[in-house]
């Protein structure tokens, strides 16, 4: 079992910088397709961004496509949500999650583990 640890979250003024990362347990990191989620008060938990097992392959959500990306480093068991140019609409709790496979998704149902998230605030 993967289980994944989220952590970076902050307050950050409108047009600055977060990277998230997402350490995750387990010898089998390297296996699986990782993903990250958000909700914001509110609203519905979304879909952000994902990559399949070896991090060549990556999808993003129209609202965040040019402004965040997703990385992953097997070695350290961690993948990356660096987040530019954040908007106050990007204010929500942050989840990193861990697809059952080794491709990646954006359905919530296809991720087997997740985190506790983590606070992203944007002030405007």
């Known amino acids: 079992q993967v289980q994944p640890v989220e952590s970076g979250g902050g307050l950050v003024q409108a047009g600055g910088s977060l990277r998230l990362s997402c350490a995750a347990s387990?010898?089998?990191?390297?296996?699986?397709?990782m993903g990250w989620f958000r909700q914001a008060p509110g609203k519905e938990r979304e879909f952000v961004a994902a990559?399949?097992?070896?991090?060549?392959?990556?999808y993003y959500a129209d609202s965040v496509k040019g402004r965040f990306t997703i990385s992953r480093d097997n070695a350290k068991n961690t993948v990356y949500l660096l987040m530019n140019s954040l908007k106050p609409e990007d204010t929500a709790v942050y989840y990193c999650?861990?697809?059952?496979?080794?491709?990646?998704?954006?359905?919530?149902?296809?991720?087997?583990?997740w985190g506790q998230g983590t606070q992203v605030t944007v002030s405007s």
């Open positions: 999650a861990v697809h059952s496979g080794s491709y990646y998704s954006i359905r919530e149902a296809d991720f087997s583990s």
């Open positions: 387990g010898r089998t990191f390297s296996s699986y397709g």
């Open positions: 990559t399949n097992w070896n991090g060549r392959s990556t």
